[in-house]
């Protein structure tokens, strides 16, 4: 069986109908040779089966040839289509539809493409690939306009990462209606996470940066200990300053640290791509 579309005979319906529709959608287009407005409908059912990819399976009946299951699911005129979920018709339409009609049908039925991302997020997370779940994560919280069970999962990669500011930010904007068990659970571990951080060598540097903004030498060890601790946005706006000030600061030194930095947060991060052009700004 091709995973986007199918041919449906007497011997495959049970599980085409049936099994598959419990799994997905399933759209069944009743077709045959001598009608015209089914040779204009079907190109375009199979366009949308394989640019959905899946998400719905195409199962082709050919009237002529399964007469008792065109007359089993009550077809009366050529073209008709029908949306199985379940087992059970649940849409559908007669003759031939424009493109843009049978993909607001479909819409209602298929999955949102942000929760395909979060799917694909979580499989990712389970096979430990976190620095490949997060960028997706992040488009699916970016594209469901900040959806709160989205929210609480990209969150957890950022802890698990150690990027505490920018979980902090995610878990900011959860509304109170949405701050379940899972919520209090995460903002634990980000306390947690925050405190770990704040290691003795931390405090002094910090400490040495506040009581003298001009000790350059000092801002810089900060920074490096701020990016071991996967702290990357403070050691970045610390390594910033310093560079504002002096761009061969011992002896390029902080400007190898920042870039190291950014490199290190992967091409197209979102942090990334921000201090790539402050640098940018900076130097030209």
Known sequence: MNDFIVDVTAENAQQILIEESMKRPVVVDFWADWCEPC?????????????????????????????????QLGVRS???????????????????????????????????????????????????????????????????????????????????????????????????????????????QLELKQQAAESPEIKALQQAVEQNPQDYDSAYKLAVQMSQNSRHQEALELLLDILRKDMNFADGAAKQAYLGIVKSLGAGDPLATQYQRKLMTLMF
């Not at 059912?45 to 009237?63: C, D, H, P």
């Not at 979920?85 to 209602?108: T, Y």
């Open 39 to 71: 040779k204009q409908l079907m190109p375009v059912l199979e366009k949308l089966a394989n640019e959905y990819a899946g998400q719905f399976l195409l199962a082709k009946v050919n009237a002529d040839t399964e007469q008792m299951l065109a007359g």
């Open 78 to 188: 050529l073209p008709t289509v029908m949306v199985l979920k379940d087992g059970q018709p649940v849409d559908g339409f007669a003759g031939a539809q424009p493109e843009k009609q049978i993909r607001e049908m479909l819409d209602k039925y298929l999955p949102k493409p942000w929760d395909v991302k979060l799917e694909q997020g979580r499989q990712l997370v389970g096979e430990h690939k976190l620095d490949e779940a997060l960028p997706v994560l992040r488009q699916a919280y970016s594209e469901s306009s900040e959806r709160a069970d989205i929210a609480k999962q990209l969150a957890a990669v950022l802890l698990e990462l150690n990027r505490m500011p920018e979980a902090e930010t995610v878990l900011g904007k959860i509304m109170l209606a949405d701050q379940d068990g899972d919520y209090q659970q995460l903002m634990a």
